[in-house]
Nanobody, 124 residues
Framework: QVQLVESGGGLVQAGGSLRLSCSAS????????MGWFRQAPGKEREFVAF????????YYTPSVKGRFTVSKDNAKNTAYLQMNNLKPEDTAVYYC?????????????????WGQGTQVTVFS
C-alpha cells in the first residue's frame, strides 16, 4: 500500500506561483509513475501532468504546458508540481496519483493510489 498526501495548495493571485508536494509512505515511489489531476467545481476530474519512474519523461495537458513543471525526488519519496503564472481557470482541487502499471504515459493509464487532494484557488 502507498499512502499519498498532497500539500502546498492555497489562495494566490493570478500570475502567482505555488508548488504542490505529494509525499508518499508505505512504499518507495521509485517504481511508480506519478500523475497530477485536478477537479474544478461542477467539472469532471482532468489530467494535468505525468512523470515516469526515473523522472526522465514528463507530459502535460496543453493548458498548463510551459507554466507547470512536474518533478519527482525518489530519495525523498515525493513528487512535486510547480505551478507558475497561475490563472483563475486553474482553480481546482489538485490530486496526485501513483501507478505501477506502466512507465509510459497513456490517457487510459490506471492509477493504483490517490491522494485526498489540496485546494488551489486563483483570484484575479
Amino acid at each position: 500500500q502507498v499512502q499519498l498526501v498532497e500539500s502546498g495548495g492555497g489562495l494566490v493571485q493570478a500570475g502567482g506561483s505555488l508548488r504542490l508536494s505529494c509525499s508518499a509512505s508505505g512504499r518507495t515511489l521509485a517504481t511508480y509513475v506519478m500523475g497530477w489531476f485536478r477537479q474544478a467545481p461542477g467539472k469532471e476530474r482532468e489530467f494535468v501532468a505525468f512523470i515516469n519512474w526515473r523522472g526522465t519523461y514528463t507530459y502535460y495537458t496543453p493548458s498548463v504546458k510551459g507554466r507547470f513543471t512536474v518533478s519527482k525526488d525518489n530519495a525523498k519519496n515525493t513528487a512535486y508540481l510547480q505551478m507558475n503564472n497561475l490563472k483563475p481557470e486553474d482553480t481546482a482541487v489538485y490530486y496526485c496519483a501513483a501507478s505501477s502499471f506502466s512507465d509510459s504515459y497513456s490517457p487510459r493509464l490506471n492509477y493504483d493510489y490517490w491522494g485526498q487532494g489540496t485546494q488551489v484557488t486563483v483570484f484575479s
